[in-house]
């Protein structure tokens, strides 16, 4: 069971989250906050494995909490969770001990493989995809309500379809092989195949 903590001043924002992430049965929303002062005395006393972090907030922001959580409780591994697309910020949060950087506007599904990825000591923050978790003009209405895909998987079936074998597509997108596996059989589920020729058959009929 992964033991998360939330802080963010958009109290509902917070709690829709915290909604979508309980959805996984190995995830536990310990706590929902909407101050850094507060979070951070939980934290001390009760010792999370994930804290998702917004950055602007009242009083103590999200920096100054980066750092005081990697000091008090370095066992806690901080996400931050923000709409700030720039990369000044970006590299002020890894220098404080951000371990994952993931914008709001991003899939719920991505936000999920990342906690997993930084639980497991599996991801690699790297700015370049952090923006790509937004921006993709192939990603249209088409393929999120028809085909249920998340851009990350859609992205992920477009290598496919390049020929592209999981440790090529790892690489490329600084994922580890077990989070690419998990997207392929997550992606076979929702298309409806059963094995790769399938799968790229079907990738061909959707024009990718």
Known sequence: MIKIVMVDDHKMFASGIAHLLEIETNF????????????????????????LTDLNMPGMDGLDLIEQITLVCP??????????????????????????????????????????????????????????????????????????????????????????????IAENLNLSIFTVETHRKNIHLKLDVNSGVELLKKAMDMNL
């Not at 934290?43 to 494995?49: A, G, L, M």
């Open 28 to 51: 536990h929303i310990a706590g929902i906050f909407q101050n850094g002062e507060d979070v951070l005395s939980f934290v001390q006393s009760n010792d999370p494995d994930i804290l």
């Open 75 to 168: 066992k806690c591994k901080v996400i931050v969770l923000t709409m700030y697309e720039e990369k000044q910020i970006y590299k002020k949060c890894q220098k404080a001990g951000a371990k994952a950087y993931v914008l709001k506007d991003a899939d719920p599904d991505e936000l999920v493989y990342t906690i997993k990825e930084v639980f497991e000591n599996r991801h690699v923050m790297n700015f370049h995809n952090t923006l790509k978790q937004v921006t993709d003009d192939f990603y249209t209405d088409v393929y999120k309500e028809k085909y249920k895909l998340s851009r990350r998987e859609l992205q992920i079936l477009k290598m496919i379809k390049n020929g592209e074998g999981n440790k090529k």
